[in-house]
């Protein structure tokens, strides 16, 4: 009877031993599975916002900034807890304004006219960012990204008047300011590609907040080449614009 008790606990002590194995490889895989998931994961994150842009450099003052839309896609690589690898692909829309008044001589003709210019380009920009993780759901993102131009075209509306003096005559602004006011209200629009560089590289500085795989992120892009050209000269206008999106994570 001792030795069938003694069978009976060598098996359970066997048994049990085997268990205590069996249930430390399930811990130990299901350790590596989490850390696999939560740190070395791939994801995918469809985004969508507006940009506010302008530009910087020769005869800029009179720009300001002006909201547009952007549109694309990014993969992230997340190899450890603190840093990831971003790359993505984006159109984007900047559009870029100016107000004042401009006078234009036209022959015998004066022209004295408000115009609400926009410069409307349409860019692909492919970001390379880097990613330190400073909380789980607070990233800090820089890197660099170039960019391609697609299209540029100019906008004017022209809203004000004009006036006529008589051909041939001799006038002084007293006279100027007494003749008739003819009322203008008109667009004018132009392709201006070839006023402009194809190619530019931005550095974007920004951060992104994360919640249930809702995705917001701000960034500030810096353009560091000239993108606009005077005939065969360079001039110095850089590109400068505010980034902000809303997507959805995809983890893979």
Known sequence: MQTVWGLLLCFNKETNMKRIILSLFALVAAGMATAQEEYSRWSVTPKAGLTVATVVGDDTQENSSSMAWAA???????????????????????????????????????????????????RLDMPLLLGLHVRPELTLKAGIQPSLLMSATSKYHFAGFYVEPPLNAIYTDADLAD?????????????????????????????????????????????????????????????RYLLLTLGYKFNL
Request: glycine share 8%; aromatic share 12%.
């Open 72 to 122: 694309g896609l990014e993969a992230s690589l997340r190899p450890g807890r603190l840093l990831s690898f971003d790359f993505g692909m984006f159109y984007t829309r900047d559009r870029i304004k100016e107000e004042g008044q401009i006078n234009y001589p036209n022959g015998n003709q004066f022209n004295f006219t408000a115009s609400h210019f926009r410069l409307v380009t349409e």
């Open 179 to 239: 003749l008739p006011k003819i009322p203008v209200d008109r667009d004018e629009k132009a392709g201006v590609k070839s006023q402009m560089y194809d190619f530019d590289i931005c550095i974007p500085v920004g951060a992104s907040y994360e919640w249930k795989n809702i995705v917001l992120d701000a960034r500030y892009h810096f353009g560091l080449l000239s993108i606009a050209k005077d005939g065969d000269k360079k001039q110095d206008v850089n590109r």
